[in-house]
Every structure is written in structure tokens, then in C-alpha cells.
């Protein structure tokens, strides 16, 4: 293990295109979506044990899922936790944690990992990693990892790369989330990647990348440099986030730097994202019904039911669709309706107020 190479899990999105299973008060990361006794958060953070030290793993989440966190990652350290007091998308989130980590050691190497993504060739995505660190630790790059698509995805962002020889490519654009008829031009091209949001880069090359492209963000995290790892951390955290601009990595940093470069690698990767994505991944039965065991099914296809109460759930006749129950709360619409659920999540929130979601 190397010392400098450190780890930063970001947990604390609320991934509401899966509700009503994944809520503000218990996202997508905190649930075990896959049946497979472990939570995507617990997933994602024992990816990472066997090739970084545990103490340089860290994780960023609000400070509400401060409880959660701690139950789930059992002995993580006060240090390891960043608790964020506002929802500011993932440039602050990043800032925070790679300005506390380089205050400590200057020649860090990071690794950025979402806390809610699936990976399934996980020796191949360690293996990727440790071929992005390597280059990183040498050279001032900011790396991302690149899904091969397999379909005109709208709900990802696209990565197009310059075609050469080389194992870690040179990024000529960024796309985020394109209508349904670029993206199939993308695919046809055949030099455009998902961007998987999975990013490695040295606290040398990150931290100048901040000040030169979010200088406002770079001025704030840099003057805590002194209260990091000090019983004055959170209440500098409190005003920092206060000032802090809500703006991810991708629009803030990575779509404007000419240092971005891109490693290919095939980990058998999904987001999660939504319940389609998820009824792709899950075992399903022979007409394609991906379903709980207490769900009996007649004449349905391509469908996903899950359930957390329910002692018996019988569909008949049904086609292609949600059938999602937690907490009290049943929605049962289109399986591929991503943009209608977030506009029901929105008039739920309306109608009959945060506790439902």
C-alpha cells in the first residue's frame, strides 16, 4: 500500500429518481438495492480496503447522514468523516476534502469515487485505478475513467476522446446528458466514453486546477489549512459552505482544464440512476420481471417490484413496469418514467411535504 494514495467516497447525494425506496432522509448509497447484505456505500468502501490504507480513505456526506454513516462504516475515524452542513453538488465537496487531505501531505494522490455506483469486474477497476495513479502521481493530469457505451444514454455525461496509441487518452470535449439523437451520433462516432465520475489526480494538480478555474472556491477551503484536523474543523466547514457556490466538478473544473485525460477500462459499471438502469443489473426471472421473492406474477413482462412490508404482491397482465413500495409509500408507474418520478417527487414534496420524501 502507499501511503500518499488516498481515497475520497462521496455519499452524500439524495438520488431521488429511485424513490420512493431511496428518500432524503436514507438515499440510494445507505440501502442494500442489490439483495446482496451490504449497502452501496459498504460496497464501494471495502472496494478500496485491500489497496489503501484505512485511514486514507474519506468519506463526504451531509452532516444529517452522520448517523447512518457510522453505523454502516463501522470504527471510521472523526477525521475520515467530512460532514457537509449544505448540499453544494460535488466541486465544494471535493474542495473540502482534498485541501484537508493536502494541509497533511502535499504529495497526496486521490482517488474520487461516487458511493453509490455498482461495479461488478472490481480486480479490473483496481487495476485501472493503479495504472490512473501511477500517471497522476507523475505528471500534472486530472483523469477520469471512460465507460465503453452500449446504448444512447441520456441520463450520463459523455467524455470524446482524441484516438491514439496511448493507455490514457487526451479529453477533447464534455457532453452532459444529451438529447436522444446526439447521443446516438455519439455512439455511432465511436470515440465518445460515459463519463463514469470516478476521478484520479494529485492534491498538486487538483488544488491548482481549483485556482485557476474556481479561484472564489479555492480561496475559501485554502484558509482552512489551519483548522483542519482541529476541534475547529466543523465550525470553519459551517462558514466555508455558507460561501461556497453550488457547481459540480464536471461544469466547474473538468470541462474547462486542458490537462483532462481519459482511461478506457471495462468494469462492468452502472450508476445506478434510476429504477430502469436497476431492473437491467437485478436476476430476473424468464419474461424479464425482475422481482422480490414475495412477488407472484401472471402474464407480466419486463417488469420491477420491490417491496419492504408487503407479504405477498401479485401482478397480472402488467408490462415494462415500477411497482416500488417503502415506508408506507407505493408508486407504481412506467418503468423507464425517470423524468416523470422526479416530477412527482416534486408534487409529492408540495402537495404533502418533505416527510415523504
Same mark, same amino acid.
Given at each position: 500500500?502507499?501511503?500518499?494514495?488516498?481515497?475520497?467516497?462521496?455519499?452524500?447525494?439524495?438520488?431521488?429518481?429511485?424513490?420512493?425506496?431511496?428518500?432524503?432522509?436514507?438515499?440510494?448509497?445507505?440501502?442494500?438495492?442489490?439483495?446482496?447484505?451490504?449497502?452501496?456505500?459498504?460496497?464501494?468502501?471495502?472496494?478500496?480496503?485491500?489497496?489503501?490504507?484505512?485511514?486514507?480513505?474519506?468519506?463526504?456526506?451531509n452532516?444529517?447522514?452522520?448517523?447512518i454513516?457510522?453505523?454502516?462504516?463501522?470504527?471510521?475515524?472523526?477525521d475520515?468523516?467530512?460532514?457537509?452542513?449544505?448540499?453544494?453538488?460535488?466541486?465544494?465537496?471535493?474542495?473540502?476534502?482534498?485541501?484537508?487531505?493536502?494541509?497533511?501531505?502535499?504529495?497526496?494522490?486521490?482517488?474520487?469515487?461516487?458511493?453509490?455506483?455498482?461495479?461488478?469486474?472490481?480486480?479490473?477497476?483496481?487495476?485501472?485505478?493503479?495504472?490512473?495513479?501511477?500517471?497522476?502521481?507523475?505528471?500534472?493530469?486530472?483523469?477520469?475513467l471512460?465507460?465503453?457505451p452500449?446504448?444512447?444514454?441520456?441520463?450520463?455525461?459523455?467524455?470524446q476522446?482524441?484516438?491514439?496509441?496511448?493507455?490514457?487518452?487526451?479529453?477533447?470535449?464534455?457532453t452532459?446528458?444529451?438529447?436522444?439523437?446526439?447521443a446516438?451520433?455519439?455512439?455511432?462516432?465511436?470515440?465518445?466514453?460515459?463519463?463514469?465520475?470516478?476521478?484520479?489526480?494529485?492534491?498538486?494538480?487538483?488544488?491548482?486546477?481549483?485556482?485557476?478555474y474556481?479561484?472564489?472556491?479555492?480561496?475559501?477551503?485554502?484558509?482552512?489549512?489551519?483548522?483542519?484536523?482541529?476541534?475547529?474543523?466543523?465550525?470553519?466547514?459551517?462558514?466555508?459552505?455558507?460561501?461556497?457556490?453550488?457547481?459540480?466538478?464536471?461544469?466547474?473544473?473538468?470541462?474547462?482544464?486542458?490537462n483532462?485525460?481519459?482511461?478506457?477500462?471495462?468494469?462492468?459499471? /452502472? #450508476? +445506478?440512476?434510476?429504477?430502469?438502469? *436497476? !431492473?437491467?443489473?437485478?436476476?430476473?426471472?424468464?419474461?424479464?420481471?425482475? =422481482?422480490?421473492?414475495?412477488?407472484?406474477?401472471?402474464?407480466?413482462?419486463?417488469?420491477?417490484?420491490?417491496?419492504?412490508? /408487503? #407479504? +405477498?404482491?401479485?401482478?397480472?397482465? *402488467? !408490462?415494462?413496469?415500477?411497482?416500488?413500495?417503502?415506508?408506507?409509500?407505493? =408508486?407504481?408507474?412506467?418503468?423507464?418514467?425517470?423524468?416523470?418520478?422526479?416530477?412527482i417527487?416534486?408534487s409529492?414534496?408540495?402537495?404533502?411535504?418533505?416527510?415523504?420524501?
Amino acid at each position: 500500500m502507499n501511503n500518499n494514495n488516498y481515497v475520497i467516497i462521496m455519499a452524500g447525494g439524495t438520488g431521488t429518481r429511485l424513490w420512493p425506496v431511496s428518500t432524503s432522509t436514507k438515499p440510494k448509497q445507505f440501502h442494500d438495492i442489490l439483495g446482496v447484505g451490504k449497502t452501496l456505500l459498504q460496497m464501494t468502501y471495502e472496494r478500496f480496503l485491500s489497496k489503501f490504507p484505512r485511514e486514507n480513505i474519506f468519506i463526504v456526506t451531509n452532516k444529517d447522514y452522520e448517523g447512518i454513516v457510522k453505523d454502516q462504516i463501522k470504527g471510521i475515524g472523526s477525521d475520515q468523516l467530512l460532514l457537509e452542513p449544505y448540499k453544494r453538488n460535488t466541486a465544494p465537496c471535493i474542495a473540502y476534502a482534498s485541501y484537508k487531505i493536502a494541509s497533511k501531505n502535499p504529495d497526496a494522490n486521490m482517488v474520487i469515487a461516487p458511493a453509490d455506483h455498482l461495479i461488478l469486474k472490481e480486480d479490473i477497476f483496481l487495476q485501472s485505478v493503479a495504472v490512473a495513479l501511477d500517471s497522476a502521481s507523475k505528471n500534472d493530469q486530472l483523469i477520469t475513467l471512460g465507460m465503453h457505451p452500449n446504448r444512447p444514454e441520456t441520463g450520463y455525461g459523455y467524455i470524446q476522446y482524441i484516438p491514439d496509441s496511448a493507455t490514457i487518452k487526451k479529453v477533447k470535449t464534455f457532453t452532459e446528458k444529451p438529447e436522444i439523437g446526439l447521443a446516438k451520433k455519439f455512439i455511432e462516432s465511436g470515440d465518445f466514453v460515459w463519463n463514469a465520475g470516478i476521478f484520479i489526480w494529485s492534491a498538486k494538480s487538483i488544488l491548482k486546477a481549483f485556482e485557476e478555474y474556481l479561484p472564489d472556491l479555492a480561496e475559501i477551503f485554502n484558509e482552512g489549512n489551519t483548522q483542519y484536523y482541529s476541534s475547529n474543523e466543523r465550525l470553519f466547514v459551517n462558514k466555508a459552505y455558507s460561501h461556497s457556490p453550488n457547481i459540480s466538478i464536471d461544469f466547474g473544473v473538468m470541462e474547462k482544464a486542458d490537462n483532462v485525460k481519459v482511461l478506457l477500462t471495462d468494469i462492468g459499471w /452502472s #450508476d +445506478l440512476g434510476n429504477w430502469e438502469s *436497476l !431492473h437491467e443489473i437485478r436476476e430476473k426471472d424468464k419474461y424479464d420481471n425482475a =422481482l422480490d421473492e414475495n412477488v407472484m406474477s401472471f402474464n407480466s413482462t419486463g417488469n420491477i417490484v420491490t417491496t419492504d412490508r /408487503s #407479504d +405477498l404482491v401479485v401482478i397480472q397482465d *402488467l !408490462h415494462d413496469f415500477l411497482v416500488a413500495e417503502e415506508n408506507g409509500i407505493i =408508486l407504481i408507474c412506467k418503468k423507464d418514467a425517470e423524468k416523470e418520478i422526479k416530477e412527482i417527487v416534486n408534487s409529492v414534496k408540495l402537495k404533502k411535504g418533505d416527510s415523504f420524501i
